[in-house]
């Protein structure tokens, strides 16, 4: 209550009221301590996966680059087949979970 506390109880009153934070402060502490700690290992397979993600997007990239630089094919061409493979599980979500080989 704080300061109707103090001027109804005076010293008691305010006792009082450290005794209220100190209860609140162990309860704090106490849920602090149930968290899981940060970096646990949710946090540094995320982690893990963000840098496996970039390199494999780095290497993507430049194998883009070296197929148009080279004329092997054009940046529409591998839109199209971007594309065409997206749909191939009837559904154009950007995901594909099919085989990295054409089927013969």
């Known amino acids: 209550m704080g300061w109707l506390r103090y ?28 968290m899981p ?30 197929l148009i630089t080279k004329g092997v094919a054009t940046a529409e061409e591998i839109r199209d087949l971007v594309s065409a493979l997206d749909r191939e599980d009837g559904d154009q979500d950007k995901k594909y979970g099919g085989g990295m080989m054409p089927k013969i």
């Open 37 to 66: 700690a940060a970096g646990g290992p949710d946090e540094k397979r995320i982690e893990t996966l963000q840098r496996e993600n970039d390199e494999l997007k780095l290497y993507l990239a430049a194998v883009f680059r070296l």
């Open 7 to 34: 001027l109804f109880l005076g010293d008691l009153g305010q006792q009082l009221d450290l005794s209220d934070q100190s209860a609140e402060i162990a309860s704090l502490r106490q849920q602090l301590n149930s």
